[in-house]
């Protein structure tokens, strides 16, 4: 599925930062929901609900992992949990994967 062009000045809006995850828990009652609390190198962590527990099978497995997260995104609240942000991944089912740096970096580095 193609999606609409966009200008470089609408993609320039997307803010996409690598985070390291400090907490991560499914959330009760839901089959597809991950709350996760994330470091960006700001004042405090920001709290991101995201819908990966079907490829995580150890929420546990994702403390300390470095990630990509849009984070300039409104907050909205999801089954009561308000989110700061979006996990950045790729594929679906087998193709699922995670986008990464190749190395660690300091939390809140911007993509470009």
Known sequence: ????????EDFSKIEVKVGTVKT???????EKLLR???DFG????????SGIAGYVSEPESLIGRQLAFVTN??????RGFE???????VGEGES???????????PGTSAH
Not at 1 to 8: A, L, Q, T
Not at 96 to 106: K, L
């Open 96 to 106: 699922f994967a995670f986008v990464t740096p190749d190395r660690e970096v300091p």
């Open 83 to 89: 989110s700061n942000g979006m996990l950045f991944a």
């Open 1 to 8: 599925m193609n999606k609409e062009k966009i200008s470089i």
């Open 36 to 38: 996760l609390t994330v």
């Open 42 to 49: 700001e004042e405090s962590v920001r709290q991101i609900v």
């Open 24 to 30: 991560a828990e499914k959330i009760p009652e839901t």
């Open 73 to 78: 995104l409104e907050p909205r609240t999801i």
